[in-house]
C-alpha cells in the first residue's frame, strides 16, 4: 500500500494506491492550513479504505513547484512518516504529474503553471514506444519563449488562465491542444509515477529532499536591531543620589 501526497496548491490531495492502483482518495479546498488539516485526513481517509497508516508501505509526495507553504507542509509530513514507519520516500514533480495525465495520447505534453513577472513555470513531457520521457526539464519561461520552442502538435495543460489559452490557441493554431487538469487525474498520476519509479528501485534520501522553487520564495527579512549602546558618561548626572539620564 503505497501513500502519495499532493500540496503544492491549496487543493489538497491524498490517495491510497495499491501497486499504484488507487483504492481511495480525497480532495479538498484549504486556505493555508495544509499542516492542520493533513493529517487528519489521512487518517480519515486510512479509515474509510479500512487499512491502517502502519500498513503503509511508500509515500509519494509532489515537490512542486507550487505553493511555498503547502510544498514545505507535504515534504515534512512525508519524511515524518518515511522515517517513522522505516519505508521508502518519492518525490515526484508536480508538473511531471500533470503531465502524466495526458501520457495515453502519445503526444507531447506541455505543462505551465503561473509563476508571476510575466513567466511561466514549464515542463514538456511526452510517452514514446511505451516510454515515459522528460523532455525539457522543469524551467521559468515566458510564454513567447514556449510558443518559439514548439514545432510540433504538442497538449498544453496545467494551470492556464483563459487569456493565455487563448493567445497559446491564436499564435499555435492546430499545433496547439489546450487541456486543463481535473485534481483527481494529477493525484492519480502521482501514485502511478510513485510506483512505476518505486518498482525499480528507486527512492529518495528523507535528509536531502527538497521542494522543487524555480524561483527563490519570497520572504520578507526582519528589520535589522540597532544595538543597544549606554549613553556617554558625560551625560548622566546625579540627583538627590539616584542616577537618571537627560531626556
Known amino acids: 500500500m503505497e501513500l502519495a501526497l499532493d500540496t503544492s496548491s ?3 490531495g491524498i490517495a491510497l494506491s495499491d501497486k499504484g492502483q488507487i483504492r481511495a482518495l480525497q480532495i479538498w479546498e ?6 492542520i488539516e493533513l493529517l487528519p485526513h489521512l487518517v480519515c481517509l486510512a479509515k474509510q479504505a479500512g487499512v ?3 500498513s503503509i508501505e511508500a509515500v509519494i509526495v509532489a515537490t512542486g513547484p507550487g505553493s511555498y507553504n503547502g510544498l514545505r507542509a507535504g515534504i515534512s509530513t512525508a519524511k515524518g512518516l518515511a522515517l517513522a514507519l522505516n ?9 511531471e504529474a500533470e503531465a502524466y495525465a495526458f501520457a495515453f495520447t502519445g503526444l507531447p505534453v506541455r505543462v505551465i503553471h503561473q509563476a508571476g513577472r510575466e513567466e511561466i513555470a514549464t515542463a514538456l513531457y511526452r510517452r514514446k514506444d511505451n516510454e515515459w520521457q522528460c ?4 524551467n521559468l519561461a515566458r510564454v513567447e519563449t514556449v510558443w518559439r520552442r514548439t514545432r510540433q502538435r504538442t497538449l498544453f495543460c496545467g494551470d492556464i488562465p483563459a487569456h493565455m489559452a487563448k493567445q497559446i490557441q491564436q499564435t499555435l493554431s492546430r499545433r496547439a491542444i489546450i487541456r486543463l487538469n481535473s485534481n483527481l ?4 498520476s502521482l501514485a502511478v509515477l510513485g510506483w512505476r519509479r518505486l518498482s525499480k528501485g528507486g527512492h529518495d534520501d ?10 527563490p520564495p519570497h520572504i520578507t527579512k526582519p528589520k535589522e536591531r540597532t544595538p543597544f549602546s549606554a549613553p556617554p558618561m558625560d551625560q548622566w548626572k546625579q540627583t538627590n543620589g539616584n542616577t537618571k539620564t537627560r531626556c
Open 135 to 138: 523532455l525539457e526539464k522543469e
Open 206 to 215: 528523507p535528509v536531502t529532499l527538497q521542494p522543487l522553487y524555480l524561483r
Open 87 to 95: 519505508i521508502p520516500l518519492l518525490g515526484v514533480s508536480t508538473l
Open 10 to 12: 491549496k487543493s489538497l
Open 52 to 54: 491502517e497508516v502502519a
Open 30 to 35: 484549504t486556505r493555508q492550513n495544509h499542516t
Open 185 to 188: 487525474s494529477c493525484v492519480s
